[in-house]
């Protein structure tokens, strides 16, 4: 990854990961660490949300040549929330369609369950739902969202 802004996003979560790894009261402590998945698929799919905005924004930034204009693009990017599947491909098509089809080219069904499951329990989780997701699996997920991440760089030749 080289956006600063998704770096330093990543930094937090692996933070928050090596703590409750290296928790050893929270070992066999299946509902504290349940919690805590909550948190980190909280965090996961903020992250996803940083990634979308700041690749893209930070494309148009440099490709732009009218200042307003990567405003623009970045003011929409804003707009851009519960990033799933579908979002993340419909965001690349906004900037062309050859990047839509490579990034769906680029994104295995791992990576896509992934991505829609952080975003289903990010919204259970956030509307007081009762949700399944285990600390195990979001770890897992948030491997996945970290390769989705670095596949929408590739997509802009970041």
Same mark, same amino acid.
Request: aromatic share 8%.
């Given at each position: 990854? =080289?956006?600063?802004?998704?770096?330093?996003?990543?930094?937090?979560?692996?933070? *928050?990961?090596?703590? *409750?790894?290296?928790?050893?009261a929270?070992?066999?402590?299946?509902?504290?660490?349940?919690?805590?998945?909550?948190?980190?698929?909280?965090?996961?799919?903020?992250?996803?949300?940083?990634?979308?905005? $700041? *690749?893209?924004?930070?494309?148009?930034?440099? !490709?732009?040549?009218?200042?307003?204009?990567?405003?623009?693009?970045?003011?929409?990017?804003?707009?851009?929330?519960?990033?799933?599947t579908? =979002?993340a491909?419909?965001?690349?098509?906004?900037?062309?369609?050859?990047?839509?089809?490579?990034?769906?080219?680029?994104?295995?069904? $791992?990576?896509?369950?992934?991505?829609?499951? @952080?975003?289903?329990?990010?919204?259970?989780?956030?509307?007081?739902? !009762?949700?399944?997701?285990?600390?195990?699996?979001?770890?897992?997920?948030?491997?996945c969202?970290?390769?989705?991440?670095?596949? @929408?760089?590739?997509?802009?030749? @970041?």
């Amino acid at each position: 990854m =080289k956006c600063p802004e998704v770096i330093a996003f990543k930094r937090r979560i692996d933070a *928050v990961i090596n703590y *409750v790894d290296k928790a050893d009261a929270l070992k066999d402590d299946d509902e504290r660490l349940a919690h805590w998945a909550n948190y980190i698929c909280i965090l996961v799919s903020g992250f996803l949300e940083v990634a979308v905005r $700041e *690749v893209y924004g930070n494309f148009a930034d440099d !490709n732009c040549g009218d200042p307003n204009l990567a405003y623009f693009v970045r003011k929409t990017l804003d707009r851009q929330t519960n990033i799933n599947t579908d =979002k993340a491909l419909n965001v690349a098509k906004l900037f062309s369609v050859e990047w839509h089809t490579k990034l769906g080219g680029l994104l295995d069904p $791992e990576q896509r369950t992934a991505i829609n499951n @952080i975003v289903t329990n990010r919204n259970l989780i956030v509307h007081g739902r !009762n949700c399944d997701i285990s600390y195990d699996r979001i770890k897992r997920d948030y491997a996945c969202a970290l390769q989705v991440a670095e596949s @929408i760089e590739q997509v802009c030749g @970041i």
